[in-house]
């Protein structure tokens, strides 16, 4: 048991995984944050059109994730993450030559596709690659690669559209993921999964939603849910406040705090179980969320996501982690699938239904009713999960 304690995370095949993660999200983040200014802007579409196209890339991954754990078993994770990834970049150069609303909706469908496969393939990776006991720890540093896109992405491309052209920030973004492509290519994982779990052709409940990791799983989309307003939303709402600049760096705090606090709260997470660090962060965020819905200088915006990267940036991976915890070892793939099924779709659903509202009652009030919602998953998280017979619990309490 010590020694497995004492195993190394960042070994080179984590570290492979983890570099592969950031460029596939800071190619999603780059133009999550862009697409919406520039459907409005250059396209002159609606604000619901905006949210339109963020929701119908999420809806492809929603389609699709859950049968990417089977994917993964059947072919082989490394084989299906380079599939993926180079249909990912070809989608990612086509943003050049697609100049209609139709024709974009299209794309991001496509394209939401191989982003959902990718993205369960490097998360069952590094379950696979982390040292069991150390899983709280060793994900939360695997999930700050996506941490660390959401910084990166959007510094990247709110700064373009500045001082160039939504074309020169699509070339960038495409030519960032190549280089993903050629990073993973020349990687070895060595974690394919036994022939005789492949063997199996009849398509099964089991294969594509893993029940166990369910329950963490809707928590996980609550959490998305009211994610997606920032995600979706920030960009114009600080454009709106006259603060566009303040926005690039809105993500670096946000990451900065994160990457504070991650290496203490998942020890912790670790040793003491989840709920200790599960509610203060809860309770960060909503304060974030709060602070962001009355922002009205560049301090107070910063000020916002430095308490929504402190909340945020610890539940997500905490919760990522309870999600794969709360199975078998060997179905860390159908775990990641359902719990990114479920995020997804809170991503989704948000992105639509958080637009109509801002539509309707403007950016500030969407963010409080927001704030209000995390009151409703704290709620829903105690009596989800914080139970002695929840089997993600009970898991952490045998394995320490």
Known sequence: MGNETKQPIWTKNFISIFLSNFFIFTAFYGLLTSLPIYVVDELHRSEVDAGLIVTIFLLSAIVVRPFSGKLLDDYGKKRMLMVSLILFTICSFLYLWVQQYPLLLALRFFQGIWFSIATTATGAIAADLVPHKRRGEGLGYFVMSTNLAVVFGPLVSLSLIQATSFTVLFLILAILIT???????????????????????????????????????????????????????????????????????????????????????????????????????????????????????????????????????????????????????????????????????????????LGLVAAELGYGHLYFYAAIFMVVVIVMYKFVLHRKSSPAIQELKESN
Do not use: C, W
Not at 242 to 271: C, E, H, Q, T
Not at 304 to 330: C, E, K, M
């Open 179 to 353: 280089a993903g492509v050629i990073f993973t290519a020349t990687s070895k994982f060595n974690i394919e999964q036994p022939e005789q779990n492949r063997v199996k052709k009849r398509l099964q409940l089991s294969d594509l939603i893993d029940k166990r990791a369910f329950p963490v799983a809707f928590i996980g989309s609550l959490v998305a849910f009211v994610y997606s307003s920032v995600l979706s939303f920030l960009s114009i709402y600080a454009k709106e406040l006259n603060l566009l600049d303040a926005a690039s760096f809105f993500f670096v705090v946000f990451a900065v705090v994160m990457l504070i606090a991650r290496p203490f709260s998942g020890k912790l997470f670790d040793k003491k179980g989840p709920h200790i660090v599960m509610y203060p962060a809860f309770a960060l965020f909503l304060i974030g969320m709060i602070i962001l819905s009355m922002a009205n200088s560049t301090f107070t915006l910063l000020l916002s996501g430095a308490f929504i990267g402190l909340g945020y940036g610890t539940v997500v991976p905490s919760l990522q982690t309870l999600a794969i915890q709360s199975t078998d070892r060997n179905r860390s793939g159908h775990a990641t699938a359902t719990f990114f099924t479920l995020f997804d779709t809170g991503i989704a659903i948000g992105s639509y239904l």
